[in-house]
């Protein structure tokens, strides 16, 4: 099999055991360990990955990490781990990681509870972890380009240097990817500016400001969904086989749409609706969009997302609206100054 068909095997294989996980060894060993053999390591040999690996600080003894995976005897990738649930995003795990990481000759290291992944690297200062992931997603639900990332870190591929290399490009990308969802929940002057300057043939009042600062949200919140609905028809029809005249169409099972996030979706149904949604208005929404969803539980799925991703927050009980904006001029620490 291809890196995508066993990608496609073991969320087979991982998404029935998620209700069954009650503790930390348990998520280790039904979600975690499989994804590390996934990748190509052998788990069973010590000296390619390590468990309970040794990162003791100064006087402080004791401290494990939960798995190095080594390649020629080196600490390659530092993997940290939590019950499957845990809010991996919290500070206290991500400083717990940093910690490990300093004593190790590690680039990378990995916070994960089994389905929802952060890769981190040491691209802004070498020997310190960047306090932001350069790649995370859910292996349940990968991108293409989320897929094509992680396939960097298999075992036939690692290459630290060209790993760090293009680690830093999808940093910036990211950073670029991340000003452009502020500005689409709420464009500021130069950006509104920008449109004005292209679609407005007089001289703009306050007003008139005022007035496409709503126009700009509403149209690229527009842009988005037509970019999603036609990237799904384009999926649809490449998976439809051309036929004869004459002949019956080929009946296959559809392919996940990988290409489309579920968080992806939530967040352009959101910004076309300007306002907080209930999660089963928009779960109903998404639901035209022809999105892979749970057929069991739907909104559950859409939830679970809705509670995971920080472009998301609840206003109410199952209310959910985009995240502000951050402050214009608060410096972003990812980019260390």
């Known amino acids: 099999m291809d890196f995508v068909d066993e990608l496609r095997a073991l969320q087979t294989r991982l998404r029935p055991r998620l209700e ?7 998520t280790k060993m039904s979600l975690i360990v499989p994804f590390i053999r996934f990748l190509g390591y052998n788990v069973f040999e010590p000296t390619e990955v390590e468990a309970e690996f040794t990162a003791d600080i100064g ?3 004791g401290e494990k990490v939960d798995y190095a995976i080594k390649q020629d005897g080196k600490v390659i990738i530092l993997v940290e781990c939590k019950q499957h649930g845990v809010n991996i995003d919290n500070p206290d795990h991500w400083n717990q990681l940093a910690r490990y990481f300093m004593v190790s000759n590690s680039h990378f290291g990995i916070l994960t509870e089994g389905q929802y992944y952060r890769f981190y690297a040491d691209l802004e200062t070498p020997g310190k972890i960047d306090e932001k992931p350069f790649l995370s997603f859910d292996i349940l639900a990968l991108s293409d380009g989320e897929a094509e990332e992680l396939k960097r870190f298999t075992k036939e591929e690692f290459q630290e240097q060209s790993l760090l290399d293009a680690a830093r490009m999808s940093k910036y990308i990211r950073g670029i990817i991340r000003t452009l969802e502020d500005q689409m929940r709420e464009p500021d002057d130069d950006f509104v500016r920008f449109f004005i300057s292209k679609v407005y043939p007089g001289r703009p009042t306050q007003s008139i400001r005022q007035q496409f600062k709503s126009l700009t949200r509403q149209a690229v919140g527009q842009f988005i969904t037509t970019t999603i609905q036609d990237r799904l028809a384009l999926i649809s ?3 439809t086989p051309e036929r004869e005249q004459g002949q ?7 392919r996940p749409a990988a290409s489309v996030k579920i968080a992806d979706a939530i967040y352009a149904v959101l910004q076309e609706a300007g306002e907080s949604m209930h999660v089963q208005d928009i779960t109903q929404r998404i639901s035209t969009l022809d999105v892979r969803l749970s057929q069991e539980t739907p909104a559950r799925t859409v939830n679970s997302t809705l509670s995971r991703d920080p472009r998301f927050v609840r206003v109410d009980k199952g209310t959910w609206t985009l995240q502000a904006p951050q402050p214009k001029g608060v410096v972003d620490n990812e980019e260390g100054n």
């Not at 019956?248 to 559809?254: G, V, Y």
Request: aromatic share 0%; glycine share 0%; no cysteine.
């Open 237 to 239: 029809t490449l998976e």
């Open 248 to 254: 019956e169409p080929i009946k296959r099972e559809p």
């Open 20 to 26: 069954h996980l009650q503790t930390e060894e348990a």
């Open 59 to 61: 006087t402080k003894k």
